[in-house]
């Protein structure tokens, strides 16, 4: 089978699409024949930087990068019983550890996958897993009905579902993108957008419930400042967050909180439900075909990606 492998850290050119064995589920994965990959931020940077790559994938060379699958069941270990041969499954795999679903063909824990709905197709439900899981796990038990909610970047992978749920919960959603996407935000829900070019967010909002923040510094420090007492801001881009913004927090009796995204089946069975109900739908913005991963990762890190990016696989033999 086709795969694309890195042997070390640097640009898009360490991403080589390499022939390798076809993998070996155990008794509690299942091999899905992929069909669709979405790409995040993560995974540019897990190729760009030795340190991340070795925290995640340790002292295993070539790695494949990749987590985020849809495709079909063509083989179960003996222990799954939620799954069978030709099932359509889709999920966020093994994260944070060495997901290897840049290949034609991936095993997966069956604990970390839910059957794609019928009305559903492989890109839109390969778009539906490291971004909708890491909104609703920040999100989730953290809002309720009638907050006010500060959602940055409500244009991206993760601020595009963001809005869609909280709306669901029934916040209140202010969103922060450039002009180009207000049109996008306002349609996804947001009660209002805020462009960020031409005005500085922390001027014109105040007394939020809660924050997602996408990008730490100065603007995890004015999220705090917008954020009223008993409220929380969660810095998503790294596990690291200034003392400044813990000590303002605690000033006024806010919270700064940490959420890492964690592969879970259970609530990609709830991602499955809304996208089947239509409370979330995917906007991708870009596909790419499984030979032009590179341009998939640059458009990635050009930090203007509207939405998803969806890689397509085209797998012609085993
Ligand atoms: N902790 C976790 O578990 C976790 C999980 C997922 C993601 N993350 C991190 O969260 C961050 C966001 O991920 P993502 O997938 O949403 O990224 P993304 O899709 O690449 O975000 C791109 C969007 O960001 C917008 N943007 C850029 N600069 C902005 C600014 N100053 N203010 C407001 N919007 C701005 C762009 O809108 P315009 O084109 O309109 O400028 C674009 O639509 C990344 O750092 C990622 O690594 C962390």
Redesign the pocket.
């Known amino acids: 089978m086709k795969t694309i492998q890195i042997t070390q850290s640097g640009g898009v050119d360490q991403l080589q699409i390499t022939e390798t064995e076809l993998p070996t589920p155990q008794a509690n994965e299942v091999l899905v024949g992929v069909q669709a990959i979405s790409v995040?931020?993560?995974d540019f940077?897990v190729r760009q930087h030795e340190n991340l790559l070795s925290l995640i994938y340790g002292p295993q060379r070539p790695a494949i990068l990749g987590w985020d699958i849809a495709g079909t069941v063509v083989a179960v270990g003996k222990a799954v019983t939620q799954f069978q041969v030709n099932d359509r499954v889709f999920g966020m795999v093994n994260f944070p550890g060495a997901g290897n679903a840049y290949a034609e063909y991936v095993v997966a824990p069956a604990d970390q996958l839910a059957h794609v709905p019928e009305s559903i197709d492989f890109n839109a439900a390969a778009a539906t897993t490291?971004?909708a899981l890491?909104a609703l796990q920040a999100l989730e038990g953290r809002i309720n009905s009638g907050d006010r909610v500060l959602i940055?970047?409500g244009?991206?992978?993760?601020?595009h579902f963001a809005i869609q749920m909280a709306k669901a919960m029934g916040a209140d959603v202010i969103t922060?993108?450039?002009a180009?996407?207000k049109d996008l935000v306002l349609a996804l829900g947001a009660d209002e957008h805020i462009d960020?070019r031409s005005q500085q967010f922390e001027t014109v909002v105040s007394d939020v419930d809660f924050v997602l923040d996408?990008?730490n510094g100065e603007?995890l420090l004015n999220s705090v400042k917008v954020t009223k007492t008993g409220g929380t801001a969660i810095p998503?881009?790294t596990p690291e967050f200034s003392d400044v913004a813990l000590e303002l927090a605690q000033a006024k009796k806010a919270s700064v909180a940490q959420?890492?995204?964690q592969s879970n089946g259970q609530d990609m069975q709830r991602l499955g439900e809304m996208l089947a109900s239509g409370t979330v739908k995917p906007h991708v913005s870009a596909t790419f075909p499984f030979e032009d991963m590179d341009q998939a990762h640059l458009q990635?890190e050009s930090?203007?990606?509207?939405g998803k990016v969806v890689v397509t696989v085209n797998k012609d033999s085993k």
């Not at 244009?155 to 601020?159: E, I, P």
């Open positions: 995040n931020p993560v940077k490291l971004a890491t940055h970047a244009s991206g992978g993760v601020g922060t993108a450039s180009k996407n960020y996408m990008f603007i998503l881009p959420s890492m995204v990635l930090g203007r990606t509207v």
